[in-house]
DNA sequence: ATGAAAGCGCTAACAG
DNA sequence: CTGTTAGCGCTTTCAT
């Protein structure tokens, strides 16, 4: 009448002891085939093989783990659920296919609580490793005591903690995103940066600054604003841009999110983007390619990303030397929203595509 | 010289027999004070919890897990890696947390063979259950011989699999989103349908067509389209439809990707959304308030999707009774992308907002 | 090539 | 309240 146990677990699972039971065999002997199968003789094997296919036995990997002491499982461990993220994932559950490793994603919401017990179950003996794309700061992991689990940073540089890391160079993308803008004649540019305490945000502002620096242009008129990574963030900061006298020609946009809003903001204004004013993103997110106007932006190869870090995390893992630190290159891929910069104001252009109020001072 | 094993693991893990050695216990009473701390000395219980703190110890997992037949994970296993299912994700690891699970996100890609690797984790001990979002087919999975690892779908049935379900109305929706439509007095009716072959698809189309048949519209003249639930393919099948005579006035987009793609193909035809053509989505995905113009759309409870599926699914792990479905509402979402059915050709309205060339007949 | 035996680190009766 | 004992299911020497 009563049940023991909940009845969870449908039936009772074959073990391997009912396989070696059923063939007259040892544990041993199906356990080496399983795991090693060149150990055992072909004939053997054969039958083995034959019943667990019909059986569909599944070894315990509870017992397997424990046995081996790891686990197989690599975890990325992601600070939002983001598409951004999303093909760092894919590049690293490639890599991890490839080195027999399951990987899976986690993401913490910026909560160090929750960062801390994807570490746990790699301590626990979960996981066997760590992917950690963006940290928010490596200092409340630096502190502990014992030795850090496995693990490697991706994308950027965890703040504090000497681990492997393969990233990109923010500071180069960003100068190549500025060089860019200036190449077409643009002198007033602004930049929509991050916010001000991500060290991504910081490097990208700092090649815009650098590029501007080394161009000679006048940096009293390229204003760098602060946004947070979202579309409306980029909407809100370039809709301030416009009211600003003189108002930037060329807009470089932190992230693709941004860029977008700045978009929306500018053709909402009346202006055509990437004539009267262009706009460069960066990070070549799927919208990137999509949104129309397609946009001009800084390619960041994630999938690149996520692979190289789960190789470089399976070299820790196997006690091999892992490289400190690898560099990505970032690449500008120019699509619709840049062009050059428009005429001196003298020369005024035909608006053939304005639509709702004008803002400019032309009216 | 040669180390014995690669280095992995960093030094040697603390274990709960050297923490009961230290304090003279036995490894029992401190398995107790982790496992259930009221069976045990305040003052025993005090000394153990120091000494696990200042050891930064960690029971191993896959012990536990093994003595106790479970592992308190739940697989949310996705079909792509797309932001259409972060929510599902986001609800169900809220669920899992208010009920002890670490729930974790996996992707097939669509192949069969990574989602039957996703229910041998399961079948394997590493899992205690599935949540499943959208199989492509449950055939293969219903080929099992033995009894299927606890498994609940969430946003829609899985086809020949009798498993719990969690899922929204999509007949419903359909209905919704067209009689919203007829309501506006629009006449011509299209439908921009996803893949034939996917229940999801056929059963918003179901809705269209009822409600247009309900309505007593003219048919002939509510023409289906078939896309495939991307970008690309709504702007393919609206250039399509932008060629038919007579040509639509409202466009029903099986979800919001081809409906942004549809108002695209219209904006660029140099019509206005939302007064020359209106334009519902489905799904309200987080850029279909983002947008400019905001489309209306069809909500979906994603994150509650998650969260009941989770749900349920303790409670089959638990040998619990299980609810066979649970239908989540929808309900129409009216922003900016519907508005009435354009008047009568004769009565042209002044083109206020037109952008490049137009194609209208009243050019 | 196969079997016997030991044990991975933990939990859960069962005694005391 | 605490210790003793017996495994969980698998891998891996060590024999044979």
């Given at each position: 009448?009563?049940?023991?146990?909940?009845?969870?677990?449908?039936?009772?699972?074959?073990?391997?002891k009912?396989?070696?039971?059923?063939?007259?065999?040892?544990?041993?002997?199906?356990?080496?085939?399983?795991?090693?199968?060149?150990l055992?003789?072909?004939?053997?094997?054969?039958?083995?093989?034959?019943l667990?296919?019909?059986?569909?036995?599944?070894?315990?990997?509870?017992?397997?783990?424990?046995?081996?002491?790891?686990?197989?499982?690599?975890?990325?461990?992601?600070?939002?659920?983001?598409?951004?993220?999303?093909?760092?994932?894919?590049?690293?559950?490639?890599?991890?296919?490839?080195?027999?490793?399951?990987?899976?994603?986690?993401?913490?919401?910026?909560?160090?609580?929750?960062?801390?017990?994807?570490?746990?179950?790699?301590?626990?003996?979960?996981?066997?490793?760590?992917?950690?794309?963006?940290?928010?700061?490596?200092?409340?992991?630096?502190?502990?005591?014992?030795?850090?689990?496995?693990?490697?940073?991706?994308?950027?540089?965890?703040?504090?903690?000497?681990?492997?890391?393969?990233?990109?160079?923010?500071?180069?993308?960003?100068?190549?995103?500025?060089?860019?803008?200036?190449?077409?004649?643009?002198?007033r540019?602004?930049?929509?940066?991050?916010?001000?305490?991500?060290?991504?945000?910081?490097?990208?502002?700092?090649?815009?600054?650098?590029?501007?620096?080394?161009?000679?242009l006048?940096?009293?008129?390229?204003?760098?604003?602060?946004?947070?990574?979202?579309?409306?963030?980029?909407?809100?900061?370039?809709?301030?841009?416009?009211?600003?006298?003189?108002?930037?020609?060329?807009?470089?946009?932190?992230?693709?999110?941004?860029?977008?809003?700045?978009?929306?903001?500018?053709?909402?204004?009346?202006?055509?983007?990437?004539?009267?004013?262009?706009?460069?993103?960066?990070?070549?997110?799927?919208?990137?390619?999509?949104?129309?106007?397609?946009?001009t932006?800084?390619?960041?190869?994630?999938?690149?990303?996520?692979?190289?870090?789960?190789?470089?995390?399976?070299?820790?893992?196997?006690?091999?030397?892992?490289?400190?630190?690898i560099?990505?290159?970032?690449?500008?891929?120019?699509?619709?929203?840049?062009?050059?910069?428009?005429?001196?104001?003298?020369?005024?252009p035909?608006?053939?595509?304005?639509?709702?109020?004008?803002?400019?001072?032309?009216?």
């Amino acid at each position: 009448m009563a049940m023991k146990k909940p009845a969870g677990r449908a039936a009772q699972p074959t073990k391997m002891k009912d396989i070696a039971a059923e063939l007259g065999l040892s544990v041993s002997t199906v356990s080496r085939v399983l795991s090693r199968p060149d150990l055992v003789n072909e004939a053997t094997r054969a039958r083995v093989l034959d019943l667990v296919q019909q059986l569909e036995y599944r070894p315990n990997l509870a017992a397997r783990d424990l046995r081996r002491q790891q686990s197989g499982i690599v975890l990325v461990v992601v600070p939002r659920l983001s598409a951004f993220f999303l093909d760092v994932f894919l590049g690293a559950e490639n890599a991890g296919r490839q080195n027999g490793y399951l990987v899976l994603m986690a993401h913490t919401e910026r909560d160090p609580q929750h960062e801390a017990a994807f570490f746990q179950q790699v301590v626990s003996g979960r996981a066997d490793g760590i992917i950690l794309v963006t940290s928010a700061d490596g200092t409340k992991l630096a502190r502990r005591r014992g030795a850090l689990p496995p693990t490697v940073a991706s994308l950027e540089a965890v703040d504090g903690l000497a681990i492997p890391t393969v990233r990109i160079d923010n500071v180069a993308g960003g100068r190549m995103a500025t060089e860019h803008l200036i190449s077409l004649g643009h002198q007033r540019i602004a930049h929509i940066s991050g916010p001000s305490h991500m060290p991504m945000a910081q490097h990208r502002v700092e090649g815009f600054r650098s590029a501007i620096a080394e161009s000679g242009l006048d940096p009293q008129v390229c204003y760098v604003v602060e946004g947070d990574f979202t579309l409306p963030a980029g909407e809100a900061a370039m809709a301030r841009l416009l009211t600003r006298h003189p108002r930037p020609t060329a807009i470089f946009a932190g992230n693709d999110e941004m860029a977008i809003g700045a978009i929306e903001a500018i053709s909402r204004a009346g202006l055509h983007v990437g004539r009267d004013i262009s706009v460069v993103g960066f990070d070549d997110q799927r919208i990137a390619s999509l949104y129309i106007p397609a946009l001009t932006t800084v390619h960041v190869p994630m999938v690149e990303l996520g692979h190289r870090a789960v190789m470089e995390l399976a070299n820790v893992i196997n006690g091999r030397a892992a490289a400190q630190e690898i560099l990505l290159p970032t690449r500008l891929v120019v699509r619709e929203t840049t062009g050059p910069a428009p005429a001196d104001r003298r020369h005024v252009p035909r608006p053939r595509h304005s639509e709702g109020a004008s803002h400019s001072p032309i009216a």
